[in-house]
Structures are given as structure tokens and as C-alpha cells.
């Protein structure tokens, strides 16, 4: 049974510290995502990549966080310095895309990352 | 953006038909209709996807007028375990890709 696994589960890090989360997508997806969900904005896309390469990071605050595929069964979701406010639960998603369409008709998502940054 | 709107919270039934309507006037000719499923704690699951008309799986089934400026996602039958959080997305293409919003989406409580 293919699922997206994610690394740690939970991540409890004062601020200013370095966290990084990581994504192993269903081996054969050639798309990630990575969101970001709070109860006040709840679900948000933060970057999202194609064939490892990064499309869309519109949704990322540029000055401290980060994402990046060094190959493709892994994806990584880097935030320094964190700060309070980057509290949330990160979730990843892969999906596979055919040529002819932008996007894959499904994502699959992993169980998350819970963090809290005090 | 294409912005959804839909239910903030629904009540049923166990065996009852549950149908959560979407509103979405700003619909492009090219974006397909997305519904999801959020249980506490997970991630989100992909329910059905449809462009037109009616689309049916072992699920749910998804249903589209012709002017696609609302769709009804119909759970038939509900059961305790679908209590959940239910999301509408419409996809549009962002730089190459269809970017899907999540918006607030219906909480659907399944009771006894």
C-alpha cells in the first residue's frame, strides 16, 4: 500500500532554531506539494514541484523558509529561523501528472508534521 | 482565484443521503471540480474529481449543472465514520499548473 511518508511527526523547537521537515512521495509521482494548515487560514499551499523542479513557491515567506528536492524520493520543507507564528501542521502531497495535463487529478497526502515553535 | 463557497457545518443521520452544495460563479472553462475528505488528524483524501454533468465512483457521487457554477457532492447513506471535514476545490492554471485552494470547506457530524 503506496503512501507519502513524512519526517518527524512532531516538532516541538523553540524560536530561532532550524527545523526541517521531510517528504518521501509514493515512488512514480513526479509532482509534490507541500501545505501548511492552522485553524485561523487553514489549508495553504506553500511550493509545489514538478519532476523535482520548483514551479510555484508563491505561497512561501522567501526570507526564512525553503524547499527543495535533492532527488526524487525526497523532499525537504526547511524554516530558519522559525518563529511562534510558524506553529501549524505541514503537510505533504505527491501525485503523478501525465504530459498532457498541468497538474495530477489526485493528490495523495502524508500524515503531516505537527509543529510548534514556543 | 477561483473562490468556493460552501456549508460551514452540516448535521445527519446515520443512513441518511448527505448533500453538500458548492458555490463556484468564477469558474474557468478549463478547471475540473475537486472534492476532499479531512478526517481529525490526517491528511486530506481525494473523494471524486468532475468537469460536467455527473460523475459517480464507490464513494460519493459528484453532481454539475451545465453553467458548472455550483456543484453537490451526495454521500449516500453516511455512517458514523463519515464525519469529517469536506473540501470544494476548483483548479486554475498558475504558471503551468492548477493551483487548488482549500478553503474552509463543511464539517459534516454523523450522529447515531
Known amino acids: 500500500d503506496a503512501r507519502v511518508t513524512q519526517t518527524p511527526r512532531h516538532k516541538v523547537t523553540e524560536m530561532g532554531q532550524e527545523v526541517t521537515m521531510r517528504c518521501q512521495p509514493i515512488l512514480g509521482h513526479n509532482t509534490v506539494f507541500w501545505y501548511r494548515q492552522t485553524m485561523m487560514q487553514g489549508l495553504e499551499l506553500l511550493a509545489y514541484?514538478?519532476?523535482?523542479?520548483?514551479?510555484?513557491d508563491s505561497g512561501m515567506p522567501k526570507d526564512r523558509f525553503s524547499a527543495e528536492m535533492p532527488d526524487a524520493t525526497l523532499a525537504t520543507l526547511k524554516i530558519q529561523p522559525s518563529e511562534p507564528r510558524d506553529s501549524a501542521v505541514y503537510f505533504c502531497a505527491s501525485g503523478f501528472a501525465p504530459p498532457e495535463r498541468e497538474s495530477p487529478n489526485e493528490q495523495f497526502f502524508g500524515p503531516g508534521t505537527r509543529l510548534t515553535v514556543l | 482565484l477561483a473562490k468556493t463557497t460552501q456549508p460551514i457545518s452540516m448535521d445527519s443521520y446515520e443512513g441518511q443521503e448527505v448533500n453538500i452544495t458548492c458555490s463556484h460563479n468564477?469558474?474557468?472553462?478549463?478547471?475540473?471540480i475537486t472534492w476532499y475528505q479531512q478526517f481529525p488528524s490526517q491528511g486530506p483524501r481525494f473523494i471524486i474529481q468532475?468537469?460536467?454533468t455527473k460523475v459517480t465512483n464507490e464513494v460519493a457521487s459528484l453532481f454539475i449543472p451545465a453553467d458548472r457554477k455550483s456543484s453537490t457532492l451526495s454521500l449516500p447513506r453516511v455512517s458514523l465514520s463519515d464525519t469529517a471535514v469536506y473540501y470544494c476545490?476548483?483548479?486554475?492554471?498558475?504558471?503551468?499548473?492548477?493551483?487548488?485552494?482549500f478553503g474552509t470547506g463543511t464539517r459534516l457530524l454523523v450522529s447515531p
Open positions: 514541484f514538478r519532476n523535482r523542479a520548483p514551479l510555484d
Open positions: 468564477n469558474i474557468a472553462t478549463n478547471d475540473y
Open positions: 468532475g468537469y460536467k
Open positions: 476545490l476548483v483548479g486554475e492554471a498558475v504558471t503551468g499548473f492548477q493551483k487548488l485552494v
